[in-house]
């Protein structure tokens, strides 16, 4: 990923939180007939290693699965990003239209776990999303043969971040006024997470 200096997110906390709020993930693998790519949820676990862990599944029927084991694999997580008009800057006649937005690449080689792991992680992913939920679902409530059956048609896998690489490309080469203009047509315009995200880098600034 292209990183002008300016842009770049190095912290390793912020690079997770990126992925805990954005965490419907692409999975991208190189393959015999050429790219592969799978959109998952995927989960982090830091603190198990350097840079953390991450874990999610596929259906065993997704010939993707069948590559793990076969080298490294790329995972894209997208933050918020939005179109930024000219209109917005004090100079419309010297500014272009661009594009921000937050990303987050993380690369290591996913290791497929025993099926026998396959209901636990379903679960834990299942408990994550229902958690916070009044009267909240959980994989309990299954009728007995597909509480057995379901978690055989999946593969879960783990995939220890050996890379990781931010950009958080939110306006940081235009002057303060300028951002703070950006911002405005930003929450105008309804993309209130980008906007959010903007104000936050200009605070820190």
């Excluded at 190095?10 to 805990?20: C, F, K, N």
């Excluded at 916070?132 to 879960?156: K, Y």
């Amino acid at each position: 990923m292209y990183t002008p200096r300016h842009f770049a997110l190095d912290d390793l906390a912020a690079q997770h939180a990126v992925i805990e709020a954005c965490d419907f993930g692409i999975v991208v693998s190189n393959g015999a007939n050429g790219l592969v790519a799978t959109h998952i949820p995927m989960m982090l676990g830091g603190g198990e290693e350097k840079l953390g862990t991450l874990y999610g599944h596929m259906a065993r029927a997704n010939p993707h699965g069948q590559l793990f084991g076969d080298g490294e694999v790329l995972v894209i997580f997208n933050g918020p990003h939005g179109y930024v008009s000219p209109t917005w800057y004090s100079d419309r006649t010297m500014n272009v239209p661009t594009w921000n937005y937050v990303a987050v690449h993380v690369y290591g080689t996913p290791e497929a776990l025993p099926a026998a792991d396959s209901a636990f992680h379903l679960g834990r992913l299942v408990a994550k999303y229902e958690g916070t939920r009044t009267n909240g679902w959980s994989m309990a409530e299954l009728r007995d043969n597909l509480r057995e059956t379901l978690p055989q048609q999946i593969v879960p896998f783990r995939i220890e971040i050996a890379r990781i690489g931010g950009k958080a490309k939110l306006s940081q080469n235009k002057p303060r006024g300028e951002r703070e203009r950006v911002i405005d047509g930003l929450k105008a315009a309804g993309e209130a997470k980008l906007a959010a995200a903007m104000q936050k880098d200009l605070e820190k600034a």
